[in-house]
């Protein structure tokens, strides 16, 4: 079966610094990849989405992810974090041709200190 | 427009109630899905509607479990005779027709359910 791991569970940066979050996935097909992400008090969103094409997306609020799959990794990066990113995120996947269920990481627990 | 609700938001039962939780998804969205999540765990599927085809079940822990969807509107999530390992909360999610839009979910706020 599937999964997805999230390797950080917590990360703590101050403003400015860069920031790199580990996804990857265990699968021997196609997938679809997703970040979302959990704002305090808010819903699950979507960050960005890789389907297909050019392996490097960009998502809201400056953030980006690079699908490599040859390490079946899709890593989410953002040059320089505010206070304002301070949130859980999650990585997932979706089989392609499996139905839409996602599958998802455990969420890595990101806080930005002033 | 008004996005996926869920309600309660909170539910606090004993062990061997039963207990309903409710989603509305976004109107127009075909899809409609239930996820859980327990303490320091990530979000795990539980089951997924799609139009009239039959739902896929494989997600759900046990036959305590059962939900339904009129149409494509309003769906519950059924719990029965509730155990301590059923505290989490539960997540609905509704997603457009078509295929590459219909792999964005939209999440609501969640249902908070304590089994004490």
């Known amino acids: 079966a599937q999964s997805v791991s999230q390797h950080n569970h917590h990360v703590i940066l101050s403003e400015a610094a860069s920031l790199e979050l580990g996804c990857n996935y265990s699968y021997g097909g196609t997938v679809n990849l997703f970040w979302y992400v959990q704002y305090p008090g808010q819903h699950l969103q979507l960050l960005l989405k890789y389907f297909s094409g050019d392996p490097l997306v960009k998502g809201i609020k400056g953030f980006e992810a690079e699908f490599i799959k040859s390490k079946f990794s899709f890593n989410l990066r953002k040059p320089s974090v505010q206070w304002s990113d301070t949130a859980e995120y999650f990585c997932a996947l979706i089989l392609t041709g499996g139905g839409n269920k996602l599958t998802f990481g455990t969420g890595t627990q990101l806080k930005v200190e002033l | 427009g008004a996005g996926v609700s869920q309600s309660p938001s909170n539910k606090v039962t004993e062990k061997g109630k039963d207990v309903e939780l409710r989603c509305d998804p976004i109107?127009?969205?075909?899809?409609l899905y239930w996820y859980r999540q327990r303490l320091g765990q990530g979000l795990e599927f539980l089951i997924y509607f799609q139009g009239n085809s039959a739902p896929d079940k494989s997600g759900l822990p046990s036959d305590r479990f059962s939900a339904e969807r009129t149409g494509e509107s309003v769906s519950t999530l059924t719990i029965q005779r509730t155990q301590q390992e059923d505290s989490a909360v539960y997540l609905c999610?509704?997603?457009?027709?078509?295929?590459?839009?219909?792999?964005?979910?939209?999440f609501g706020p969640g249902t908070r359910l304590t089994v004490l």
């Open positions: 999610a509704s997603s457009p027709p078509g295929r590459e839009a219909g792999n964005e979910q939209f």
């Open positions: 109107s127009g969205h075909t899809a």
